[in-house]
């Protein structure tokens, strides 16, 4: 099994751009979770996708962040006109079922 | 809402030794997991231990082992002869039960603690 894949994992980009970053879980993992980490501190939660149905929504979602996962297996995250408050890791993972969840290695986003 | 609190935000130890790391959560909930995961420098989420709150016993991998408090809501993780390979940041974590008993949905992770290992 290959684990779960970022990209990019590392991007720059000037406030008010719009910004991408697509996750790739583990083959047959149904479940799939989004979260942001600043530095020093611990994930947040974001979104849950099952399968293509986005589950749950964190009210730090706001209306510039939209995530997708459209046919069921890889995912997007957008996040448009962004903001120097978006510098963050956004990490993926993903699961089967109510399994163990595996971590990506994370995009990094720097808004200068 | 679920919180967790890691109210230590900094821990060393020597190689060889035996370190503690603290945790507590707030929960309504009878039936939750609880877990650890490391974060080495390289950044990537390893799952450590879990723990079944139903379960009494505490859970135990290799040099990892956990005590679980349920009344108290605490869920510390012991690190038994430490090594160098170990020093990252520790996160706890909670996960509700969904149905069939099963771990359900997002995780909730406190704040974390970095843990250096000294030789």
């Known amino acids: 099994d290959t684990g779960v894949s970022q990209d990019p994992r590392h991007k720059i980009t000037k406030r008010g751009q719009n910004v991408t970053f697509r996750c790739d879980p583990i083959s047959e993992h149904n479940r799939l979770y989004w979260y942001r980490q600043t530095l020093g501190q611990g994930p947040e939660f974001l979104t849950y996708?099952?399968?293509?149905?986005?589950?749950?929504k964190s009210r730090l979602l706001s209306d510039r962040f939209s995530a997708e996962r459209p046919k069921g297996s890889f995912s997007t995250l957008e996040i448009q006109r962004t903001e120097q408050g978006d510098s963050a890791m956004y990490l993926c993972?993903?699961?089967?079922?109510?399994?163990?969840?595996?971590f990506g290695e994370g995009s990094w986003l720097t808004v200068v | 809402a679920q919180t967790v609190t890691q109210s230590q935000p900094e821990m060393s130890v020597q190689e060889a030794e035996t370190v503690t790391l603290s945790c507590t959560y707030d929960?309504?909930?009878?039936?939750?997991?609880l877990f650890w995961y490391k974060q080495p420098p390289s950044r990537q989420m390893i799952l450590v231990i879990r723990q079944e709150a139903y379960k009494q016993q505490n859970a135990t991998e290799n040099r990892f082992s956990v005590n679980f408090q349920k009344a108290a809501k605490s869920f510390s993780l012991k690190i038994s002869d430490s090594q160098l390979g170990d020093a990252a940041m520790y996160f706890c974590a909670y996960r509700s039960v969904g149905a069939g008993g099963t771990s359900y949905g997002k995780l909730t992770f406190g704040q974390g603690t970095i843990l250096t290992v000294h030789p």
């Open positions: 929960t309504s909930e009878s039936d939750y997991y």
């Open positions: 996708f099952q399968n293509e149905a986005q589950l749950e």
């Open positions: 993972a993903s699961s089967f079922a109510g399994n163990t969840i595996y």
